[in-house]
């Protein structure tokens, strides 16, 4: 029980770093892109391949405000990285059970 605790307000603290955070982040979060627009050379080049994503550019598709169209991307980004980071580890973990019993 100890551990889900624990496991659960490392949940917590990283989604409201990442929705409140968001908020006190830089309005040029991309270093390179502010370079290249700074130097004069953005414009040649290519348009990204996210640019279809529902949360690309550090936004949010639909939301007007900037500052809660990061914090809705920086919150869906956490969530993102759990179920794909935790689905890998349940399929990892169950395929190395069966050697593990077979071992003892």
Known sequence: ???????????????????VGS?????????????????????SADEPVDTGSPFADYGTKGV???????????????LLTLVIGGGLFRVLRRRDEPAMADAG
């Open 1 to 19: 029980m100890r551990t889900r605790s624990f496991l659960l307000a490392g949940l917590l603290v990283a989604l409201v770093i990442a929705g």
């Open 23 to 43: 908020y006190y982040a830089s309005s040029h979060p991309d270093g390179l892109e502010y370079v290249a627009g700074k130097t004069g050379f953005l414009d």
């Open 64 to 78: 007007d405000d900037s500052r809660l169209s990061g914090g809705i991307a920086g919150v869906a980004g956490v």
